[in-house]
């Protein structure tokens, strides 16, 4: 089954801009998807399609996929963005939803 | 306004079954595909399950920790999505969502508050 490796952690200053990979084998031929979990609530929708954003969401984020691995950026990071990211693919050749394992993003 | 409303969970002893409900509105439930995904307490999201829209068959799809176990059916007349939850184990244990895509629309853009679900006995 296709797997998604995401780094447990991630650390950004306010202000600065955070990069969150999500790797998988050839990610660059699928289409990637990033959720973004506050404490206590439910995920929500920040990137499809590699790098759309749905309404709502800032032009903070945004969304990059090429080769092995898949990037969401978020420029100029607030402490309202700290939470759990998880990246997510459909794998075609199983019919399966696939998430990576997510990434805390910690702004110090 | 798209609103997913879960049902149903509780406390449930190993081995026996649990149905959740997930009551929809503000979109045409019959248009789109409705997914399920949990979340085991201070773990990741895991996808557990999808059901097509009748225009793609109404198929269902299934993780393979929950398959023969678990069984996602639709009402589209009520716009309710269903997970029968059979022979239930305690790694079951989890928030379970409801959400709104996959199939035609490969991404999650809904998500319900979600249900908690305590398999122990």
């Known amino acids: 089954s296709y797997v998604l490796t995401q780094p447990p952690s991630v650390s950004v200053a306010p202000g600065k801009t955070a990069r969150i990979t999500c790797g998988g084998n050839?990610?660059?031929?699928?289409?990637v998807h990033w959720y973004q979990q506050k404490p206590g609530q439910a995920p929500v929708l920040v990137i499809y399609?590699?790098?759309d954003r749905p309404s709502g969401i800032p032009e903070r984020f945004s969304g990059s996929n090429s080769g092995n691995t898949a990037t969401l950026t978020i420029s100029r990071v607030e402490a309202g963005d700290e939470a759990d990211y998880y990246c997510?693919?459909?794998?075609?050749?199983?019919?399966?939803?696939?998430f990576g394992g997510g990434t805390q993003l910690t702004v110090l | 306004e798209v609103q997913l409303v879960e049902s149903g969970g509780g406390l449930v002893q190993p081995g026996r079954s649990l149905r959740l409900s997930c009551t929809a509105s503000g979109f045409t439930f019959g248009d789109y595909a409705m997914s399920w995904v949990r979340q085991a307490p201070g773990k990741g999201l895991e996808w557990v399950g999808f059901i097509r829209s009748k225009a793609y068959g109404g198929t269902t799809e299934y993780a393979a920790s929950v398959k023969g176990r678990f069984t996602i059916s639709r009402d589209d007349s009520k716009s309710i999505a269903y997970l029968q939850m059979n022979s239930l184990k305690t790694e079951d244990t989890a928030v379970y969502y409801c959400t709104r895509g996959l199939g035609e629309y490969p991404y999650l853009d809904y998500w319900g508050q979600g249900t908690l679900v305590t398999v122990s006995s």
């Open positions: 399609y590699d790098s």
């Open positions: 050839n990610i660059g031929s699928k289409s």
């Open positions: 997510q693919v459909w794998d075609s050749s199983s019919d399966h939803a696939v």
